[in-house]
């Protein structure tokens, strides 16, 4: 298994950046695959996931409206599509997955990690 990010960069607020997570090595319907970051001085934290028992997504409640979670099965490739970026989004961003049926979008569950893309949201 491997997770690969890109897209990260500097971007001022009110800006956009989509992030992709390359993946190889599985079937991406067959894993709980998700966007994590790690702000400076913070523990890691969910962003947003995609579930392998029925697709359904989910974000946290700070990203909500302004993150979209998607897949490219055909790509094997995962995006995070960003927008409105706020400075208090910047941080190093991950993907993450798991072959797990029930596992829930937090870090400790989930098995496979990607190296992190910075994202720097600032003016």
């Known amino acids: 298994v491997q997770l690969v990010e890109s897209g990260g960069g500097l971007v001022q607020p009110g800006g956009s950046l989509r992030l992709a997570c390359a993946t190889s090595?599985?079937?991406?319907?067959?894993?709980?695959i998700g966007w994590f970051r790690q702000r400076p001085g913070k523990e890691r934290e969910r962003v947003s996931c995609i579930s392998n028992l029925d697709g359904s997504l989910e974000y946290a409640d700070s990203v909500k409206g302004r993150f979209t979670i998607s897949k490219d099965n055909s790509k094997n490739t995962v995006y995070l599509q960003m927008n409105s970026l706020k400075p208090e989004d910047t941080a190093v961003y991950y993907c993450a997955a798991d072959p797990g049926s029930y596992r829930r979008c937090v870090p400790d569950e989930l098995e496979h990690w990607g190296q992190g893309t910075q994202v720097t949201v600032s003016s």
């Open positions: 090595g599985f079937t991406l319907d067959y894993y709980l």
